[in-house]
């Protein structure tokens, strides 16, 4: 007898695949024989390939609605699957009508919110959790009810051609270029920075190749923006004395992998909703982070 097809769905984006890593894990246990894919969105494609839970990577092209070509294309895609059973952990508008490309005759038992699924999570809360919570909850009705811990052990890479010193703290200061309000304003972390040097720990910033410019205006702190893989990380985060960031997928990355994390959020996220998860992290919130102080977050920090 041929092993299951399962299929988790997960699109994105970076902070949101880190806060599945439980449930990733989660359903790897509750399927041992099964085969696995994920479909998920193309910049975080050769990244889940390294995953230890899944068998193989689907890329979804996110065709629009009116491409019904595409539309078609991808669902031969999924049906070329043989699913038995999906679990979608994004639970968007978009991946619900994902469930309507399936023959109406071979649908699989569906894991989600997309209307006539087979196993729907029907908490009435689920909006108001946060993203692991859901998650869980979600599973939990699709009849999953082990849970394991996020775990990042396996993402590994070698950071000594960085030729960091001993002492170091990681500072995230980017955030989506279409969320700016997320951010805590560079001069602080400058001054930050400034304050770090003093106390004999070198200031490492991080983030996207698109953030580079933030360099510039935080001249104190090693730059290492844009020169990082997931691997990278996730060794960083192990090495450091701790992380300070705004609320951006990698203080998700570095949190989870163990690393004192304080992560600075806005009116713009709500931390209950969606705050990384880790061994030691805390949070600090302003309507305005205009209004959050340098000393403020010193004194946050872990002794």
């Given at each position: 007898?041929?092993?299951?097809?399962?299929?988790?769905?997960?699109?994105?984006?970076?902070?949101?695949?880190?806060?599945?890593?439980?449930?990733f894990?989660?359903?790897?246990?509750?399927?041992?024989?099964?085969?696995?894919?994920?479909l998920?969105?193309?910049?975080?494609?050769?990244?889940?390939?390294t995953?230890?839970?899944?068998?193989?990577?689907?890329?979804?092209?996110?065709?629009?609605?009116?491409?019904?070509?595409?539309?078609h294309?991808?669902?031969?895609?999924?049906a070329?699957?043989?699913?038995?059973?999906?679990y979608?952990?994004?639970?968007s508008g978009r991946?619900?009508?994902?469930?309507?490309?399936?023959p109406?005759?071979?649908?699989?038992?569906?894991?989600?919110?997309?209307?006539?699924?087979?196993?729907?999570?029907?908490?009435?809360?689920?909006?108001a959790?946060?993203?692991?919570?859901?998650?869980?909850?979600?599973?939990?009705?699709?009849?999953?009810?082990?849970?394991?811990?996020?775990?990042?052990?396996?993402?590994?890479?070698?950071?000594?051609?960085?030729?960091?010193?001993?002492?170091?703290?990681?500072?995230?200061?980017?955030?989506?270029?279409?969320?700016?309000?997320?951010?805590?304003?560079?001069?602080?972390?400058?001054?930050?920075?400034?304050?770090?040097?003093?106390?004999?720990?070198?200031?490492?910033?991080?983030?996207?190749?698109?953030?580079a410019?933030?360099?510039?205006?935080?001249?104190?702190?090693?730059?290492?923006?844009?020169?990082?893989?997931?691997?990278?990380?996730?060794?960083?985060?192990?090495?450091?004395?701790?992380?300070?960031?705004?609320?951006?997928?990698?203080?998700?990355?570095?949190?989870?992998?163990?690393?004192?994390?304080?992560?600075?959020?806005?009116?713009?996220?709500?931390?209950?909703?969606?705050?990384?998860?880790?061994?030691?992290?805390?949070?600090?919130?302003?309507?305005?982070?205009?209004?959050?102080?340098?000393?403020?977050?010193?004194?946050?920090?872990?002794?």
């Amino acid at each position: 007898m041929a092993p299951p097809n399962i299929l988790v769905i997960k699109l994105g984006a970076f902070g949101n695949i880190i806060l599945s890593l439980s449930a990733f894990a989660s359903i790897r246990q509750h399927h041992p024989g099964a085969l696995i894919s994920v479909l998920t969105s193309a910049p975080y494609a050769d990244w889940l390939r390294t995953f230890p839970y899944f068998d193989e990577v689907l890329v979804d092209p996110r065709p629009d609605w009116w491409d019904f070509r595409a539309l078609h294309r991808l669902g031969r895609m999924l049906a070329d699957g043989h699913f038995s059973r999906v679990y979608d952990l994004q639970t968007s508008g978009r991946s619900s009508r994902y469930f309507r490309l399936f023959p109406a005759k071979h649908r699989p038992e569906w894991s989600g919110i997309a209307f006539g699924c087979a196993l729907p999570d029907r908490d009435p809360k689920r909006n108001a959790m946060h993203d692991a919570e859901r998650q869980q909850g979600q599973l939990r009705q699709a009849g999953i009810t082990a849970f394991l811990p996020a775990d990042l052990s396996w993402c590994t890479d070698d950071i000594a051609r960085f030729g960091l010193p001993s002492a170091f703290a990681l500072l995230v200061p980017g955030s989506s270029p279409n969320r700016l309000a997320k951010r805590w304003p560079a001069a602080r972390y400058q001054a930050l920075a400034e304050r770090l040097l003093e106390q004999g720990i070198q200031p490492v910033l991080l983030g996207t190749g698109s953030e580079a410019p933030l360099a510039a205006e935080i001249p104190a702190a090693r730059n290492l923006i844009g020169q990082t893989s997931f691997g990278d990380l996730a060794e960083l985060a192990r090495a450091a004395r701790f992380a300070v960031g705004n609320d951006t997928g990698p203080m998700h990355l570095i949190a989870t992998a163990g690393c004192p994390s304080i992560t600075l959020f806005s009116r713009d996220s709500d931390p209950l909703l969606c705050a990384p998860g880790g061994p030691w992290t805390r949070v600090l919130q302003r309507p305005d982070l205009a209004d959050l102080s340098v000393e403020d977050v010193l004194q946050s920090l872990p002794g």
